[in-house]
DNA sequence: AGCACTGTTATACTTAACTATAACACTATA
DNA sequence: TATAGTGTTATAGTTAAGTATAACAGTGCT
């Protein structure tokens, strides 16, 4: 939700106790995910008020996964997809489409730009 | 392994123990995933001789493989990869090449066709 | 002051997966 | 027949993750 823009920088996360309802799950599991966001230092917790997201965070999420996904994951998804011999036209069949042809993409827009600063640093 | 042909139908599974050892890990654990491989009918398993791999599990595992692979990994692998705005290039420089510019890649072969009947229904 | 929200801590319990050890059952082969 | 390989079963222990309950602690608003 952070590196798409539903939540940007400054926002609190949804209550510990909210998310916890909403996905069925103890409070203290979702406090402790939570908690890793701060030990990372993306986030700020202010006890009475609620968790914070700290300025840049967005940058840092979306240049650590980034390389965490192509370090780590794709390497592996790589090869299965060589493995199981599948082909460009299968892979982009199965993909959710954005737009249906388009050409400029833009009209549920407004606030459609959760850039801000940054974006082609990496 | 049996999908890239290092084990051939017919072949037993590495056993029980071996796995085990090679792996550090317990004996129970490998039998419990080779007894999948039983329930799933893939394999047969002979008490005193080995686990052995039946005919045309070679066939059934690729198209299952195929098609757990295009319905519920490769969405959420394609919805990350658009989240993260990560490019063909990008994804195509981190991934393991097979032949270096290549035209027709076949030298290390012999019985490098592990195909026998089919490949190409699905 | 009281209430309704926040995060936080403590204690004990449940569960799934895996481990450790040992024994049993079966087959081929020297 | 002995031996060294196979798969299989039984029993008990360990571990990590999540759960259940309850209470504590701080903030803002009426």
């Given at each position: 939700m952070i590196i798409d823009g539903v939540l940007k920088e400054g926002d609190p996360l949804p209550s510990v106790r909210n998310v916890a309802v909403e996905y069925r799950v103890n409070p203290l599991t979702v406090l402790k995910g939570y908690q890793q966001l701060v030990d990372e230092g993306l986030v700020e917790s202010k006890r009475g008020l609620g968790m914070f997201i700290n300025a840049g965070t967005r940058n840092l999420l979306l240049k650590g996964e980034r390389q965490r996904f192509l370090g780590e994951e794709w390497p592996r998804i790589y090869e299965t997809i060589q493995r199981l011999g599948l082909t460009p036209e299968e892979l982009l069949d199965g993909a959710p489409r954005?737009?249906?042809?388009?050409?400029a993409s833009s009209k549920t827009a407004k606030s459609n730009a959760p850039d801000s600063d940054s974006e082609k640093e990496r």
């Open positions: 954005r737009a249906p042809t388009n050409s």
